[in-house]
């Protein structure tokens, strides 16, 4: 960064003054919380670290120092929930990434599933990589291709599972199209993630989010991304 776009020490010195103040309003907004939600807590929280990583960016450029602390960003957090107490229906939405890490074995076992289930179509579809993969996912539950990537030339990125609440079930067809485009924050119920960011953190992934005290406590889902899972059809 050149020296006319580094900030002044003056800005610097502003920018630690507004992180001592919303340290001090985050701390007498925890102290009147009024429950787990309070709309409060939650927006001092997120000033709190707009203070933070302002200051943050600005020590850096002016005296290449970074703080000894982070704080989370507002899109890393859910706002308090706001959906109905008893719903009468949910939503769960899953986002699973991975890496084609060996193309020669996705190729291979797509093969093996189109020999099987042979009926005369032609052309192979499973003489690409985007072929393959469709005669996988379309072969396979998701859950079982989780528990065998390996097998399949895959290899695992990040993956979240988010529990939303609804009023009423959706109408047959009605969300298909754009299936995660209408997802209301204050609706999530509870979020689990899975990334590779927190190794250094819980060993099982991390709980965001969550609205009910007893949640954790009943979930014997294993959550470590390293692990394999039991396959939905055992006779596959």
């Not at 107490?85 to 599933?113: C, F, G, K």
């Not at 072969?139 to 529990?163: M, N």
């Not at 609804?166 to 047959?172: F, L, S």
Request: proline share 6%; aromatic share 6%; charged share 35%.
């Amino acid at each position: 960064m050149s020296d006319a776009a580094q900030p002044t020490a003056a800005e610097v010195r502003a920018a630690a003054e507004a992180v001592k103040t919303a340290l001090d309003r985050h701390l007498a907004a925890v102290e009147r919380r009024s429950g787990e939600d309070d709309q409060a807590v939650y927006e001092a929280f997120n000033e709190l670290a707009a203070a933070a990583e302002t200051y943050d960016e600005l020590l850096y450029d002016r005296y290449d120092e970074v703080t000894p602390f982070e704080i989370p960003g507002a899109e890393d957090t859910l706002p308090p929930y706001a959906g109905p107490e008893e719903p009468n229906a949910l939503s769960v939405l899953i986002r699973r990434d991975y890496a084609v890490a060996d193309q020669h074995r996705l190729l291979a076992q797509a093969e093996r599933v189109e020999a099987a289930d042979d009926d005369g179509r032609g052309a192979a579809a499973s003489a690409t990589v985007h072929g393959a993969l469709g005669v996988l996912f379309g072969e396979f539950e998701p859950d079982e291709i989780a528990s065998r990537h390996k097998e399949f030339g895959l290899e695992e990125g990040d993956s979240t599972l988010w529990v939303t609440a609804t009023d009423e079930p959706a109408e047959p067809g009605d969300w298909l199209e754009a299936p995660f485009e209408q997802i209301d924050p204050q609706r999530v119920v509870c979020r689990f993630d899975v990334s590779a960011v927190f190794d250094d953190e819980i060993d099982d992934g991390r709980l965001a989010g969550v609205h009910d005290d007893d949640l954790e406590d009943e979930l014997d889902t294993d959550l470590d991304g390293d692990e394999d899972l039991e396959p939905l059809d055992a006779d596959r």
